[in-house]
């Protein structure tokens, strides 16, 4: 029909010349857009693109696509996002495949160009093979005009032949309309109506019908068929393509055009979808990868490879072929359905069949071998290793040569090969085992020409193995009618071994099988096919006989022959063929042919005769009698390894011949050729010195310093010195070899480099590979050996020659010992060269350090790789502790805190345990090389994504040795039970490992692993961690196993509780008399049976499905169950921690303590640091919110009581809101806590803790709040009184003020000279203020009085006591600003100072007593003339000293002369002025009070220092503490002679019994000072009370009177500058005229300033009142900031976080500044030191100075001066009133409103200020005002930037130094033996039952005690001495000596683990060689004995120990 136009005017649109339905049809369609209103916007449909398309739908798309984005208007990102909305869901994942990455990234012509290559795909169509097989053939025609006929009906696979019209030259071929409309997505047309669907269903046909054409042959569009030439297969011409399965599978081909989709997008479209395209050509799967991502999950193709994976690593042989899960078959189904609806067919029985045959499902699902074969070329070269060792296993052919895949060359997997080990038969009977690769042996090989009718295969299977095991792949396999895309040309092989006992086998000789897949005159496989015949012994060719009339494809392939390869024919026949008389000359002239070359004909095979086709078991025999004919005729056999160079001249690649593994081989092979060249006896001695005799030798030693079991008399420290000795002369021995060349040790060490190479990597496995070939080569002989005598041993009767042959024996096993030689001896050899430098330090050479470092971190990284860590050396049994620790903390660095869940497997040796390992997670546990595993190797690998609901990331595989072992001998018993409590300790669960169901055989191994959870049961009666097992039966059967299930469980739970008493009784606890009493232990649950790992007899068994299946389901049991409760996590760190207490108890047989300890201590300190973060918020948030509420007390005028009401129910209701957090947070943490088992036992007690400190912080800050009101009212009550005298102060400075300008006329006086005048005028208004009657508190005086009241009775003693106290004081000052000064640089350190104090000690005191007597005749010249001490005393005083400084100077040289003659100035004027030194009681004068400063200066003097010194305040502050006497005055030095009336006997005893109490009563002097507000004499009373309670606590102690005196007054010393500073304070407090000169000098003198500038009103109240707001700032960031420093220090500085870290920090900064008298205070007086250490951290972090830039104290400080300063700029400027004459009180009033929370600002202070001003414009005066507020915050920030830490300190009571003070000093308690702290955080711990504990014990020496006869310090620790049975005597016992061990009954709140073992730490070890005299000088004992190896421990060593 002609084309028609549209009738509407203007548009252009025409149709096409088409039928008139479709013409009428587009113009109803076209009709609808002239339809809609001119006002509505036309809608324009998107196009779509299907995956289905072809190019002649490309142009219309195109065009549409265009019209599409004109009409959107759409550009840019937009566009690319809607053409790619266009593709249906797989051409989108067919462009994801072909570009890569993300579309939205691409460009849309990058898109548009993509799917016009995409729409290439042709349908490809099925037919039956039959019918091909059986079209006549027209010789005589071309190739092009062969074409034949077929019907497809349904798309269904189906096909009939069809009539044609001309019969003698083609075959039709109809096909329905259906197989068409298959390919129309039902997206093209599902917004379409019914008539556009029909036309355009019409149109996508005729072009698809089209696109069939062929040769010119039209088709018939009307018939009811559309009419396809077909194109005539020929196998050598045919443009189709036939896959090779197929034509073996009797079914359907599918066959395609041959330009339809090209073999290489074929390839890459599978890999695809298998999800491995990026593993190809990238970094490849690694054995890490796939242990991650492996699983049974198949719910997607590409879940496949990971599926595959999984089943081969757990040895289950049915994984390479059971793909296909039925999801994923659903999923096919559906992408089928998408495509197009399926016809239904006519007959039932079509559909049924067709149904089975569906061509389109076969080819969309992946061929088993095409999957296996992506997995080899994906995997990394270490991973093919491991999946052909599992083939292998599984008796699965393995890829020899993997075809040309994606363009690149062939492959052969040599390298792959080389680990698989099988056992082959020697020419003398004698079997050994080796590799696969390198063994000569016989190859035969299979392939095919043509399609032949039987599975060639499966005809190989039936050779192999009489099970039918499926070795090689074939198409009775599951899912062995899928399509093959990769696979076609592989070469597989397979090894044949004869069974060792039968008789009547086929082949008699170990044979490899190589198969070919695919057709072997196939041009594509070409390359394989001649490699295949080059290296084959024999070869087997099977052929159709309708092949057999082409002689020459026979010829062809046995040109490629060797000289003595051997041809076996075997012809096969379909079973449709008639085998006529034509077939049979065929044949004949085929075999007349092959016999004229030379083939017998006995190597002619058929498997068919006259009666059809041969018995399988019949043709089997036949082909196997020709291969051993054909094979005896063979000159020579070669290796699969020399097959390999034939691969070069191929251009086939081997995976071998890359430049790493090629490099690394090299190296390896010196390596070997060098150990070779020294023999092969001794291996071990010769190459691996370090770990034979001497770390041997020193194993035991340690041991044995440790358990100490061959002491004998000799005494403790000298047998500990020997064994030191023994073991350092061991270490030297080592490091001397580590020194001396070693060939192999060396080159091991320089081929190791970090971080770790795939280069490495290589090395390592190929010097595994021929370490293992050496052991393989050696132990066989060796063992039979041993064999041998075992037997004469059990054979033999008489008991002397039982003697001599059990010697012999002994001798052949340290020999087979000897021999056993792998990787893993390599590695122990590095590990001791590493312990043993690291224990000779510097005695190393730097080269040999340097080399050693790096080690642990490759071990790490090697472990990330899957190499397995040796924890415990095999020979030794010993752990390299070091080596293992350093690994360990190399492994936390790059794994973090990732938690580690630790699995263990026990049981008898050979019983199979590493291979269920390996089994269970595909590891590399050595059970091969004819080793088994010796010592305990851990493996790490990641947590399977499977299992990503378990709370682990890692799992730590731990293998050990067997039990039983018969090598061990007599040691076998101790042995094992060290390895079994190891291995439960250190796993979270143990399988065990029974081999059989009858245990009986097993009861001693079961003992000793009931010993070990025995132990663990003791360890956890507190902590609630009970270990579990799992055990497992091996070589089970199913079906015994479930008839004897019932019986043998209860069997083996009576066998359990039997052995659970007998070891009850051995480990003393008796109570113990069930199994489940040690674990929760589940018989139903708990107990597996496994079948035998082999299924059938070896050598060709497989392993057990079974097997596999059976320790599938213990893994589950695992990973979703055992795990998943698992409440406690551990860390490398922690196992690290873990291992480390576990051997020291196995060391000490003392395990349960040691274990049980750590432990707890690890826990307790966690809880600690959380409830120590708990209680910090709580007290911050306290301080936060009474800060805040500070300034609305200070604020208020009136009704201050209901405000203190209402602040206390405030402060109760936030507490206890915070309360409640803190609470909800506690309880988390026991919750959700790792270690919450481990926590339990303490919740109560933290809850209780948590609960007290809610209780005391509330009432303390109720407290606050009262005496902040009582402050409050004292404040409104001075002011009312001063109200007067302010208003008219106010008035006289605006006259002064106009006066000065008047009288300066033009010359106007400077601001300095302003503030002179006023100051002048200001201090005559002061005198006229009144003031009540101050209290005349002197606390000196009243101090004197109460003790003069106390001892009326002794008064001359007092008066004694008092001078030499002040003497002594003032002589200790003198002596420290000495020191201080004379270490000049001729002195290398203050020790220098000791020395030389030794040597002119007379001539300084001399010079000291001196001056002391001379300042002491100044003050009695004075008294004696009754004059006051005044200004001239001082002045005598100044004089004296600087005449003793120079005195000094001749003695000693000093760094600064100065500041020293400062010190002594200001010592000896504290001298004069305190009244304690008695020498007259002076009166003060009239009108004047006796006042003396906080430090005890008399001002008189102090003026004199002030204007004598110029540095005097600097001076001044740094020796402020000396001068407070606190640390002098505490350190009371208790003498027995003078203050006891005790006997010599019991001296000391009593000393060491009272010392800690006088101590303990200085730290509750300072609780007291602390308290108190004000002084009174009642403190005074109280310590005098205190002194004598402390007193009656010591009924047996008869003191002196001088004790009580003398302690008393060095308490009121030590308390007074405390009482004098807080009584100072209390009275300013009250002094009215300070408080006025306080709160208004700044404000008077502005307002002064203000009147004499003229300032205009606005600008005169905005000067007056910034400088009062700021003043209020600076007030307000002084209370606030000592909290926010706390923070920030206990955030960032990390030595005072917890009392732990604080006390390692102290100890490390004591060994810098290396001074006996900081080590002497840190014994004496811990609080003291801690104190000064705190303080110095502090300063360090908060007051240095950085370069350029404000410290951290300052730059805290502004950030709140700047924040407050903003706010309340921003309330200044907040929105005013309108202006009236009440606007500015207005605002006044809202001003305070707005900043009464946040600043000290009372209204009546704002609205006095405020008086006289007329604010004229309140915007003006804002303005100005916030300017003003903003630019003070700079003198603000000055301020503070001057602060020193004194300031902060003098600023209020709560600073940074005590917030921080009571956060991290903790208990404050020593051990009482040696003075070690307590280390745990809580004050009070020992009320909630946790007990003291020390993070480590001192030598006794430090704890003053000695021996009692030699009167030597004591060396020994607390630890040693209570585990053994020394005594002690103490006061607390009275005099009376008592056993170390049962300490509990004198000091029952410590916690003393006994351990011999343990000595003193190098810390203290070193500190005891150092200062042995200094310390028995000062403890009044004899010099210790010091071993001689303490002398050898470094300052380094000492400062390391501190780490550990």
């Known amino acids: 029909m002609p084309s028609i136009k549209c009738p509407v005017p203007g548009c252009g649109y025409v149709t096409e010349d088409l039928d008139v339905a479709v013409v009428a049809a587009l113009l109803t369609l076209h009709n609808n857009v002239h339809s809609s209103p001119s006002t509505a916007k036309v809608e324009v449909k998107r196009p779509c693109i299907l995956a289905a398309s072809t190019r002649e739908n490309w142009p219309s798309f195109k065009s549409r696509w265009s019209e599409y984005v004109d009409a959107t208007k759409i550009t840019g990102q937009e566009k690319v996002e809607q053409l790619l909305e266009c593709c249906d869901e797989q051409l989108r994942r067919d462009l994801t495949t072909s570009l890569g990455g993300a579309l939205t990234d691409k460009t849309e012509e990058e898109l548009l160009a993509a799917i016009e290559r995409l729409l290439v795909h042709e349908k490809r169509l099925t037919v039956p093979r039959e019918s091909l097989h059986n079209l006549p053939r027209d010789s005589g025609a071309s190739s092009d005009e062969q074409t034949g006929a077929l019907t497809q009906t349904d798309n269904k696979g189906e096909a009939e032949p069809e009539k044609d019209e001309k019969p003698q030259n083609h075959h039709d071929m109809k096909v329905t309309q259906g197989v068409i409309e298959r390919n129309i997505s039902h997206k093209e047309v599902q917004n379409k109506d019914n008539s556009l669907l029909e036309i355009e269903r019409k149109d996508v046909l005729e072009k698809k019908i089209s696109r069939m054409e062929v040769a010119g042959q039209k088709l018939d569009k009307n018939s009811g068929g559309i009419e396809v030439c077909k194109h005539f297969v020929d196998s050598s011409d045919s443009d189709m393509e036939v896959s090779e399965e197929d034509t073996e599978s009797g079914g359907f081909m599918v066959i395609h055009k041959a330009d339809d989709v090209s073999p290489l997008e074929k390839q890459e479209e599978l890999l695809g979808k298998l999800g491995l395209s990026k593993y190809v050509k990238g970094e490849k799967i690694s054995l890490l990868d796939v242990v991650t991502q492996s699983s049974g999950k198949r719910d997607l193709m590409s879940d496949i490879p990971w599926h595959v994976f999984s089943k081969i690593l757990m040895l289950d042989y049915r994984g390479r072929d059971d793909i296909i899960s039925p999801a994923i078959e659903n999923s096919l189904a559906t992408d089928q359905t998408i495509q197009g609806p399926k016809k239904k067919a006519t007959v039932d029985f079509e559909e049924m069949f067709a149904g089975d045959m569906d061509s389109t499902s076969l080819s969309s699902m992946p061929h088993p071998m095409d999957v296996l074969l992506a997995l080899f070329m994906c995997s990394s070269n270490f991973l093919r290793q491991i999946i052909c060792e599992k083939l292998f296993m599984c008796k699965l052919s393995i890829p020899l040569v993997i075809p040309s895949v994606l363009g690149e060359e062939p492959l052969s997997l040599l390298w792959s090969l080389r680990s698989t080990v099988a056992e082959f038969k020697l020419p003398s009977g004698d079997l050994y085992e080796t590799s696969v690769v390198t063994h000569p042996i016989p190859i035969v090989s299979c392939l095919r020409v043509g399609e032949i009718s039987r599975s060639k295969s499966k005809f190989l299977n039936e050779i192999l193995n009489d099970q039918s095991h499926p070795t090689f792949f074939h198409r009775d396999c599951q899912n062995g009618m899928n399509g093959r895309i990769l696979s076609e040309g592989v070469l597989e092989i397979a090894w044949y071994f004869p069974p060792k006992r039968h008789e009547n086998i086929d082949l008699s000789r170990d044979l490899a099988f190589v198969n070919l897949r695919g057709d072997g005159e196939s041009t594509r496989i070409a390359k394989s096919v001649e490699f295949l015949c080059k290296i084959s012994s024999v070869v087997i060719v099977m052929i159709d006989v309708n092949g057999t009339g082409h002689s020459d494809k026979i010829d062809s392939l046995t040109s490629k022959f060797s000289h003595d390869t051997q041809l076996i024919l075997l012809v096969t026949k379909q079973a449709s063929t008639k085998f006529d008389e034509t077939s049979k000359m065929r044949i004949k002239k085929l075999i007349d042919s092959l016999q004229c070359k030379g083939l017998p004909l006995e190597n002619i095979v058929f498997d068919f005769d006259a009666r059809g086709e041969k018995n399988i078991k019949h043709l089997k025999s036949k082909i196997s009698a020709l291969i051993n004919m054909n094979l005896a005729v063979r000159t020579e056999e070669v290796s699969i390894e020399e097959c390999m160079k034939l691969a070069d001249s191929l251009k086939i ?76 002369k061991l270490r030297q021995k080592q490091l001397r070899l580590i020194e001396n060349p070693n060939i192999a040790r060396d080159a091991f060490l320089d081929n190791l480099t970090d971080p770790v190479s795939e280069e490495i990597l290589y090395f390592l496995r190929w010097l595994k590979l021929h370490l293992d070939e050496i052991s393989r080569q050696t132990l066989p002989s060796l063992q039979k050996e041993c064999s041998q005598k075992w037997n004469k041993i059990r054979e033999c009767e008489d008991a002397t020659q039982r003697a001599a042959l059990q010697v012999e024996l002994d001798e052949s096993e340290k020999k087979l010992a000897e021999a056993s030689f792998g990787l893993e001896h390599f590695m122990r050899e590095i590990a001791q060269a590493y312990e043993s430098v690291q224990y000779m330090g510097n005695e190393a050479s730097a080269k040999t350090r340097e080399q050693m470092q790096c080690l642990p971190s490759i071990m790490a990284e090697l472990m990330l790789l899957g190499y397995p860590l040796e924890i415990m050396d095999g020979d030794a049994a010993h752990i390299p502790m070091k080596w293992v620790q350093a690994v360990l903390s190399q492994l936390t660095k790059r794994i973090g805190d990732k938690k580690i869940f630790v699995l263990s497997v026990l049981g008898i040796q050979s019983s199979g345990k590493s291979t269920l390992l390996n089994t269970m997670f595909g590891l590399q546990f050595a059970v091969a090389a004819g080793r088994c595993t010796r010592g305990v190797f851990a493996q790490l690998l990641p947590v399977c994504t499977e299992y990503s609901g378990t709370t682990y990331d890692y799992i730590l595989v731990v293998d050990t040795e067997g039990l039983r072992a ?148 213990v893994k589950q049991k695992l990973m979703t169950d055992v795990m998943k409760k698992r409440s406690f996590h551990l860390t490398a760190d922690k196992f690290c921690a873990r291992l480390k207490d576990l051997w020291n108890g196995i060391l000490d047989q003392n395990f349960v303590f040691s274990f049980k300890n750590s432990l707890e201590m690890d826990a307790y300190n966690s809880l600690e640091s959380e409830l120590s973060d708990i209680l910090w918020s709580m007290k911050s948030s306290a301080m936060e919110w009474f800060n805040s509420k500070r300034n609305l007390i200070s604020n208020r005028e009136s009704e201050l009581e209901k405000l203190s009401l209402d602040l206390t129910s405030e402060c109760r209701q936030h507490l206890d809101k915070v309360y409640q957090e803190a609470v909800k947070r506690l309880d988390n943490y026991f919750i959700t806590h790792e270690d919450r088992s481990f926590l339990e036992q303490w919740r109560a007690n933290s809850a209780l803790k948590l609960k007290a400190s809610y209780s005391n912080k509330a009432d303390s800050v109720i407290d606050n709040i009262r005496c902040e009101i009582e402050k409050r009212k004292i404040q409104i009550e001075q002011k009312k009184d001063m109200k007067a005298y302010i208003n008219r102060i106010m008035t006289e400075a605006q006259e002064l003020a106009e006066n000065l300008r008047l009288q300066e006329g033009k010359s106007k006086l400077s601001e300095e000279e302003l503030k002179d005048t006023f100051r002048e005028k200001w201090n005559e208004w002061l005198k006229t203020i009144p003031q009540k009657e101050k209290e005349d508190l002197n606390v000196v005086e009243q ?36 020191e201080t000064y004379a270490t000049d640089r001729i002195y290398l350190s203050r020790n220098g100072f000791w020395n030389m104090l030794s040597k002119d000690k007379d001539v300084i005191l001399k010079y000291l007593n001196e001056v002391i007597e001379n300042v002491k005749a100044v003050v009695r010249d004075k008294q004696d003339k009754k004059n006051q001490i005044n200004q001239e005393c001082a002045q005598k005083i100044i004089r004296c000293v600087r005449e003793t400084v120079k005195k000094l100077g001749s003695v000693l040289k000093c760094s600064n002369v100065n500041e020293l003659e400062i010190c002594l100035a200001i010592f000896l004027c504290q001298y004069a002025s305190h009244p304690y030194s008695r020498i007259s009681k002076l009166e003060p004068g009239p009108g004047k009070t006796y006042e003396v400063v906080a430090y005890g200066i008399l001002p008189a003097f102090e003026q004199v220092l002030l204007k004598t010194f110029t540095h005097y305040k600097e001076v001044m502050k740094r020796v402020k503490p000396e001068l407070m006497l606190q640390n002098s005055s505490r350190n009371f030095n208790f003498d027995i002679k003078k203050h006891t009336q005790m006997t010599k006997e019991k001296s000391k005893s009593v000393e060491q019994h009272v010392q800690p109490l006088i101590d303990n009563l200085f730290v509750d002097v300072q609780t007291i000072t602390d308290k108190v507000q004000c002084f009174s004499e009642h403190s005074i009373e109280e310590i005098i009370h205190m002194v004598v309670s402390m007193e009656s606590k010591c009924n047996d102690v008869s003191f002196t009177k001088t004790f009580r005196t003398e302690l008393i007054v060095y308490l009121c010393q030590f308390c007074l500058p405390k009482f004098c500073e807080k009584q100072k304070r209390y009275v300013e407090d009250r002094d009215q005229r300070l408080v006025y000169e306080r709160d208004n000098y700044g404000p008077c003198f502005e307002r002064f300033k203000n009147f004499y500038f003229k300032f205009t009103d606005e600008q005169a109240l905005a000067n007056v009142l910034s400088e009062r707001v700021a003043k209020a700032i600076e007030n307000a960031v002084n209370i606030d900031v000592a909290r926010t420093l706390a923070e920030d220090v206990r955030n960032n500085v990390s030595q005072l976080q917890l009392k732990p870290a604080f006390l390692k920090s102290v100890l490390s900064e004591l060994l810098e500044v290396d001074e006996f008298r900081e080590f002497h205070l840190y014994l004496s007086d811990l609080d003291e030191s801690l104190q000064k250490w705190l303080c110095y951290y502090i300063d360090r972090y908060l007051f240095t100075q950085q370069t350029n830039e404000p410290n951290r104290y300052t730059t805290i400080a502004s950030q709140k001066i700047e924040g407050l300063t903003s706010e309340v700029c921003n309330k200044i400027l907040a929105e005013a009133p309108t202006e009236d004459e009440n606007s500015f009180l207005m605002w006044i009033k809202d001003f305070h409103s707005r900043v009464k929370d946040i600043l000290t600002l009372p209204l009546e202070d704002l609205l006095s200020l405020s008086e006289g001003y007329n604010i004229v414009s309140l915007k003006t005066f804002t303005k100005s005002f916030s300017e003003i507020v903003q630019k003070s915050q700079n003198v603000i920030k000055d301020t503070f930037r001057n602060h020193t830490p004194a300031d902060h300190k003098d600023t209020q009571e709560d600073n940074v130094y005590n917030l921080i003070a009571a956060e991290c000093k903790g208990c404050t308690e020593r051990c009482p033996f040696c003075s070690a702290p307590c280390s745990l955080n809580t004050p009070g711990h020992t009320e909630g039952g946790v007990n003291h504990t020390a993070l480590e014990h001192y030598p006794e020496a430090c704890g003053r005690y000695r021996w009692k006869d030699s009167q030597k310090l004591v060396t020994e620790s607390c630890t040693m001495l209570v585990a053994g049975d020394a005594r002690f005597s103490c006061g607390a016992t009275n005099g009376q000596y008592h056993p170390y061990k049962d300490y509990k009954e004198i000091y029952p709140h410590w916690e003393i683990h006994g351990d011999l073992s343990v000595e003193a730490t190098p810390y203290w070890k070193w500190f005891l060689v150092q200062y042995e005299a200094q310390l028995a000088e000062v403890f009044e004992a004899e010099r210790p004995d010091i071993p001689s190896s303490w002398r050898r421990i470094t300052k380094d060593d000492a400062l390391n120990s501190l780490e550990k």
């Not at 090299?666 to 001497?694: E, F, H, V, Y």
């Not at 039970?977 to 169901?997: F, R």
């Not at 101090?1343 to 002589?1371: G, M, S, W, Y």
């Open 653 to 728: 690649g081997v995976d071998e011949n890359t430049s790493e593994c090629s490099k690394s081989k090299k190296m390896a092979s010196s390596i070997i050729q060098g150990i070779c060249k020294r023999g092969m006896d001794n291996l071990k001695a010769k190459n691996m010195p370090l770990q034979c005799q001497p770390w041997q030798e020193w194993a035991e030693l340690h041991k044995e310093e440790h358990r100490r079991e061959r002491r004998g008399n000799d005494s403790m420290d000298s047998y500990m010195d020997k064994i030191a000795n023994d073991m350092r």
């Open 966 to 1113: 018969a090598e061990l001998g007599k040691a076998k018993l101790q042995h094992d039970n060290e390895i079994a409590t190891l291995v439960i300790g250190l796993g979270d669960i143990t399988l065990v490992n029974v081999k059989g169901e009858n245990v009986s055989e097993m009861e001693d191994v079961l003992q000793i692993v009931v010993h070990a959870l025995l132990k663990m049961s003791l360890v956890n009666k507190n902590l609630k961690l009970q270990p579990s097992c799992i055990f497992i039966h091996q070589n089970v059967s199913a079906q015994d196993a479930s008839q004897k299930l019932r019986t043998g469980q209860q069997r083996f739970i009576e066998t359990l509780d039997k052995v659970t008493k007998a070891a009850g009784k051995q480990e003393d606890n008796p109570q113990y008399t069930r199994f489940r009493q040690l674990i929760n232990f589940d018989i139903n649950k708990d107990i597996f049976y496994i079948s035998d790992l082999w299924k059938g007899d070896p050598p060709m068994a497989p392993v057990n499905p079974g097997y596999s299946e059976n320790i599938n389901n």
């Open 1343 to 1378: 101090i004197n009085d109460t003790l003069e009241r106390v001892f009326v009775q002794d008064l001359p003693l007092l008066k004694k006591v008092q001078e030499e106290r002040c003497l002594e004081t003032a002589r200790e000052n003198c002596v420290k600003a000495i």
